[in-house]
């Protein structure tokens, strides 16, 4: 009985999430873009994936392989700049299909956006994007960056991760 973490990630915070999660539960960790492990190989799994441009970057991989995996334990965790709450939700469950939202178990993570490591073209859209946001709060973390990056929150996920094993074990 085995679980895995598959994540997307495009500057490396949902990556360093998914490396914490492996360190404190053992479980192995893969790339769900740029790899091919298969995810039905195994028993419960962990997917995590950021929110770019209000989606989340994992949709395909997600849609691609959810017959497969339908009918196991998920927990799916998401790294955004905004804190948990509806605009979060929405964006969410706009990248989704509904059965997956009903099915898995979410915990929602804060990231980083440092300026300096963007992408000429995620810079300038960021730039604009915060310039015009009328949330001046969120519009400066958008052109000035942030750092949210905090290595207990991934606490509920080992917990997750806990209680699934001592499940399976049982059954
Ligand atoms: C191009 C770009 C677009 C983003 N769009 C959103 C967004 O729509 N909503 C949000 O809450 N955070 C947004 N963020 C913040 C990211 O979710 C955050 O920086 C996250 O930590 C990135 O994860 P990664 O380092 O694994 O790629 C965006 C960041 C970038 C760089």
């Known amino acids: 009985m085995k679980g895995a973490i598959f ?3 495009k500057y490396g915070s949902t990556a360093q999430y998914a490396s914490w999660t492996a360190e404190a539960t053992g479980l192995p960790v893969f790339d769900a873009i740029d790899g091919n492990e298969d995810p039905s190989n195994y028993d419960f799994l962990v997917l995590g994936s950021p929110i770019i441009y209000f989606r989340l970057s994992i949709r395909k991989w997600l849609k691609k392989h959810w017959t497969e995996i339908r009918q196991k334990p998920i927990l799916f965790y998401s790294v955004s700049g905004s804190a948990a709450g509806k605009k979060l939700d929405n964006w969410i ?10 099915k898995m178990y979410f915990v929602n993570l804060m990231g980083r956006q440092i300026p300096e490591e963007l992408t000429l073209f995620d810079g300038t859209m960021l730039q604009i994007a915060g310039f015009f ?4 709060e969120a519009g400066r973390q958008e052109s000035k960056g942030f750092d949210f990056m905090d290595k207990s929150s991934i606490e509920p996920i080992v917990q997750w991760v806990h209680e699934i094993e001592a499940k399976i074990e049982v059954a």
């Open 7 to 9: 994540y997307s990630s």
């Open 93 to 102: 469950s706009k990248s989704l299909p509904q059965e997956a939202i009903s």
């Open 133 to 136: 946001n009328p949330d001046r």
